[in-house]
T-cell receptor, first 110, second 115 residues
Framework: QKEVEQNSGPLSVPEGAIASLNCTYS??????FFWYRQYSGKSPELIMS??SNGDKEDGRFTAQLNKASQYVSLLIRDSQPSDSATYLC??????????WGAGTKLIIKP | GAGVSQSPRYKVAKRGQDVALRCDPI?????LFWYQQALGQGPEFLTY????????KSGLPSDRFFAERPEGSVSTLKIQRTQQEDSAVYLC?????????????FGEGSRLTVL
């Protein structure tokens, strides 16, 4: 059974601090990795994608991938209350299927 | 339209009824996915279309579930003889590229409640 694991949280972070979200996956053949943000009652929206080992930065967001450890993370710098949401990690199982984690609920405290 | 549109947004069905959920993807998007999302869980893959071809339907939970995209644009997910365990949010997503390498754009979902 292929799996994607995330800590369900909630993860509480003070405003302005760095939020660190983690995800592990079981399929060593996975090549595409995504972080989606989902506000309560809304649909997921893409935050970051990463395909190779190392770091990828986009504004306040940095995705980190370590294929040897089967680990992908998302760092959010200068956290804002508007960042409060559930963050979903998704990993490709095949060309057509993504496996999704259950999500980590992030709360940014003003 | 500007985004992925799903209808109805909310559907209440009595157990045993048939339901049809519609998805209108972003114009020109090749790929269309259907997902099922239970409360507090991530989306679960149901099926994938590339244009009008259904290339993967391995996630459909039973033969009561059927999806089509006859002209390569609008898609319908049909659930026959609904059961209580079918209660969930059904998400449709589309993508410009084939497969899952690109960004998925999600609709707002159709929340199905089976009584």
């Amino acid at each position: 059974q292929k799996e994607v694991e995330q800590n369900s949280g909630p993860l509480s972070v003070p405003e302005g601090a760095i939020a660190s979200l983690n995800c592990t996956y079981s399929d060593r053949g996975s090549q595409s990795f995504f972080w989606y943000r989902q506000y309560s009652g809304k649909s997921p929206e893409l935050i970051m994608s990463i395909y190779s080992n190392g770091d990828k930065e986009d504004g306040r967001f940095t995705a980190q991938l370590n294929k040897a450890s089967q680990y992908v993370s998302l760092l959010i710098r200068d956290s804002q209350p508007s960042d409060s949401a559930t963050y979903l990690c998704a990993v490709n199982l095949s060309n057509y299927q993504l496996i999704w984690g259950a999500g980590t609920k992030l709360i940014i405290k003003p | 339209g500007a985004g992925v549109s799903q209808s109805p947004r909310y559907k209440v069905a009595k157990r045993g009824q048939d339901v049809a959920l519609r998805c209108d993807p972003i114009s020109g998007h090749v790929s269309l996915f259907w997902y099922q999302q239970a409360l507090g869980q991530g989306p679960e893959f149901l099926t994938y279309f590339q244009n009008e071809a259904q290339l993967d339907k391995s996630g459909l939970p039973s033969d009561r579930f059927f999806a089509e995209r006859p002209e390569g644009s609008v898609s319908t997910l049909k659930i026959q003889r609904t059961q209580q365990e079918d209660s969930a949010v059904y998400l449709c997503a589309s993508s410009f590229s084939g497969g899952v390498t690109g960004e998925l754009f999600f609709g707002e979902g159709s929340r199905l409640t089976v009584l």
